[in-house]
């Protein structure tokens, strides 16, 4: 009998709901998207209501012959790509690429890659639902529209290589917006004054902080004021006045969300957005545990959904009921009231299997996978427990004149912090000792006034920019991962100290943008435009009328910004006064791709150029080390580049020597690898690279002689988590000169190589430039 095929994004992921299905099931990947808009060209008919002109995606040509010859010989082929939009318009390709007829084909969504999901989604089969690709394909058209006609003319006026992006230009503009206001920012001087208190001959000490005099809120402008304050109260006694006992609930936390997830992967891993979406989408497809093979421990990771399915429910309230004790279970399970636009139909994210704790699956996971599903599995946990009890204490204390406050918690019952305590930021407050009105207390230590100065709002983290962006409705949780790492490598910010930093050129660009393309630039427009795709997914606007309207205002835009942009090749940006130390003309600022550089404005009679040292773009002092230069005996510094850390003779430039360091800036030097040279017969030395080590000779420079590591000195590889679609061998991840990238493991027989897996890439943006 023939079988059935079914098709999914990855290896990992089909070799997981493989298990469930029986003998007439074949299972192949896809390996992600296999048609999209041309690199390079436009790809976009203009002239006849924007008909996108797709192709197959280089390197995929094999697989899609593969596919072809499956479907060919199958009795029906259905399309599993994951349950969002990105999924249907990949369900939607595969369907026009292998011509498969309507009544051959299946579209099957499942949120969690279990048995029950995977039978249910099998026996209750759909069409491709054209409305969700629709609002796909508007997406993806818009952003090529912005990104290939809007590109060229930054190139044009401002720098060639520069790209802007329908989302990534308005998220640059909320980094360059506060940038603006801390510049902008004027801090005022204000002082403060706690004292010490404790019961009038022995007892715990307590602290309060002085609020109010003769009867009004008190203001300590400066340190005379603080400091003649502070000696009338010296003389004061200090007693309890009115003592306020109340009671404090704190409600579980909901499930996580991708933001949230996002958020909380920044605040309490520290891994970046992208590292989040990448362990995420390994645990969602699939990780082998043991004699149990290839098991899916979390829900899909793309949703803004705090749904969660009976059956969940269920298992968890029963786990909480067995672990922690009926007190800990609330009578009704708990609902979380949804943001407004999410998409009701997913779920939250969650441990697939509730039962599987952290610490029973620890073996099978990486370091890094185990944190993230321990944070899941806990907040999922705690989502349904009883909330937490706190007794609150507010006093008011006197001092002739003044009066200061303290406040106490004391947690009565744990609640939810059973299983979330330390994973929530909640802030901690001492208790207080028992105090009743009238009771005397005495002054423990001198009182010292502090000194503060109000502070500027704080630099936007990953974690508060995803949070900005999806409080503003700018893009979807999907894509703000790739939102943040696109701003980043188009250098119109830096991300310094895990804070985003705007660059000159990213202000450049951008106030260029607002002034010419105020409706594109617009926060309320990009939100709206986010809100009309998820209408174009419910049926209830036209998408083509949405692309016309779009297209319309921004053609006019761009062909006024075209005259009226200025050109900054002609009209350069003045340097603030500062001249070349060689011909003595005045210094401009020069914009490009990669940032900005002062330059001589008699080029091309002189060429001389400098580092731009904005404030937040100087580099870092070199710090000297304890270390000695291996060629001449001076101290070395440790000094920042584009490659990060390394070691340098301060003797420089006389000598030129550097070193890699390691993560404590430690030098990373040459190590004997036991192998002699086979040009010279010296010592062959493990030496580093930002490519990783490798084989040099001891006689360098003169002689010359690089090797890749031998198989038994070469580090053990990181497997990826997903196989090579060629071989089916595992995919291991290697290190690049522009970065890590995935290369099979059957090196050199299968030479297979690809992107780091589970990229969240769901919606890219385009950069409009030719590749």
């Known amino acids: 009998m023939a079988k059935s095929l079914v098709i ?3 290896p990992a992921k089909a070799r997981t709901i493989n298990k469930f299905l029986g003998k007439g099931y074949v299972v192949k990947a896809s390996m992600g998207h296999i048609r999209d808009l041309p690199k390079g060209k436009f790809g976009i008919d203009l002239e006849h209501d924007f008909a996108p002109m797709y192709q197959t995606i280089r390197g995929r040509g094999d697989a899609l012959a593969e596919l072809k010859k499956a479907a060919r010989g199958a009795e029906m082929v259905y399309l599993a790509p994951d349950p969002d939009r990105e999924g249907e318009a990949i369900a939607w390709h595969l369907r026009e690429a292998l011509d498969l007829p309507p009544e051959k084909t299946a579209r099957v969504t499942f949120h969690e890659i279990t048995k029950n999901a995977v039978k249910a989604a099998f026996d209750h089969p759909a069409a491709i639902s054209m409305d969700r690709v629709n609002a796909q394909q508007t997406r993806r058209i818009l952003d090529r529209i912005v990104g290939y006609k809007l590109s060229p003319l930054l190139w044009e006026k401002i720098a060639r290589g520069l790209s802007a992006g329908r989302v990534q230009s308005v998220a640059v503009r909320l980094v360059v917006e506060r940038e603006q206001e801390i510049r902008a920012f004027k801090p005022e001087e204000y002082w403060t004054l706690d004292a010490h208190l404790g019961a009038a001959g022995g007892g715990p000490e307590f602290l309060a902080e002085l609020k109010r005099r003769d009867g009004a809120p008190v203001e300590l402008k400066n340190g005379e004021q603080a400091a003649a304050a502070a000696a009338d109260l010296e003389r004061q006694k200090f007693v309890v006045g009115d003592v306020a006992r109340t009671k404090k609930t704190l409600r579980a936390p909901p499930p996580f969300t991708t933001s949230l997830l996002q958020q909380a992967g920044s605040t309490r891993l520290r891994f970046s957005a992208s590292r989040t979406m990448r362990i995420a989408q390994g645990l969602y ?18 949703t803004d959904s705090y749904n969660v399915s009976n059956d969940a429910i269920g298992a968890v309230r029963k786990l909480i009921g067995d672990a922690h004790g009926k007190e800990y279970l609330p009578e009704k399970p708990n609902v979380f009231v949804q943001r407004k636009g999410a998409q009701l139909a997913h779920e939250a994210i969650r441990p697939t ?18 944190k993230l599903y321990q944070m899941i599995w806990n907040r999922f946990v705690a989502s349904q427990m009883a909330p937490a009890q706190y007794d609150l204490t507010d006093a008011k204390i006197d001092a002739g004149r003044w009066q200061f406050s303290a406040r106490g918690r004391r947690l009565v019952f744990a609640g939810h912090l059973a ?56 893009g979807r949780p999907s894509t703000y ?14 991300l310094i100290e895990r804070a985003f930093h705007a660059t000159q050129l990213g202000e450049t660009v951008t106030g260029m943008l607002v002034e010419h393309f105020p409706h594109l630039m617009d926060v309320e427009f990009t939100a709206g435009l ?14 083509l009328e949405t692309l ?29 006064g500062q001249v070349c130390d060689k011909c003595g003309s005045p210094m401009i600022v020069k914009l490009h791709s990669r940032g900005s550089f002062l330059a001589c404005s008699a080029y091309p009679n002189c060429k001389n150029t400098r580092s731009l040292d904005r404030p937040d773009e100087v580099r870092a002092a070199p710090i000297e080390t304890q270390h000695v230069c291996p060629k001449c005996g001076s101290k070395m510094v440790l000094r920042s580049g584009r490659a990060g850390k390394f070691l340098a003779c301060s003797a420089y430039p006389k000598c030129k020597s550097t070193c890699s360091v390691d993560e404590k800036g430690d030098p990373l030097l040459p190590k004997p690898a036991g192998i002699k040279c086979d040009k010279c017969g010296g010592e062959m030395l493990i030496r580093q690279s930002r490519r990783g080590p490798f084989l040099g000779c001891e006689n360098y420079p003169t002689c010359r002689n690089p090797k890749p590591l031998p198989e038994h000195l070469a580090p053990k590889p990181v497997l990826a988590g997903v196989d090579c679609a060629k071989c089916g061998k595992p995919m291991i991840i290697r290190q690049g000169r522009f970065g890590k990238y995935l290369a099979c493991s059957g090196y050199p027989e299968c030479k297979e190589k690809g992107r780091l897996p589970a990229e969240p890439q769901p919606e890219p943006e ?3 430039k030719a590749e």
């Open 419 to 474: 299983v979330s305590k330390g994973d929530e930021a909640e802030e901690t407050t001492a208790e207080l000792p028992p105090l009743e009105a009238g009771q005397a207390l005495e002054l423990r230590r001198k009182l010292e006034p502090a000194q503060h100065f109000t502070q500027p709002p704080p630099r936007y983290s990953e974690a508060t920019l995803v949070k900005a962006l999806e409080k503003k409705g700018i």
């Open 285 to 302: 497809e699939g990780v082998e545990l043991g004699d149990e093979g290839s098991v899916g421990l979390i829900t899909y990771m793309r």
């Open 481 to 494: 991962a790739t939102i943040l790492q696109t701003i980043v490598t188009r250098g119109y910010v830096k």
């Open 530 to 543: 986010e809100t009309r795709l998820d209408e174009i997914e419910e049926a209830k606007v036209d998408w």
């Open 353 to 370: 299997y509730v039962e599987k704790t952290p610490d029973s699956v620890a073996k099978y996971l990486t370091s890094e996978q185990l």
């Open 8 to 10: 999914v994004e990855s």
């Open 766 to 768: 385009p950069s409009g």
């Open 548 to 576: 016309r309207s779009f297209y319309g205002d921004f053609e006019k835009d761009l062909a006024k910004a075209a005259k009226a942009m200025r050109d900054f090749k002609k009209d350069p940006i003045p340097s603030d």
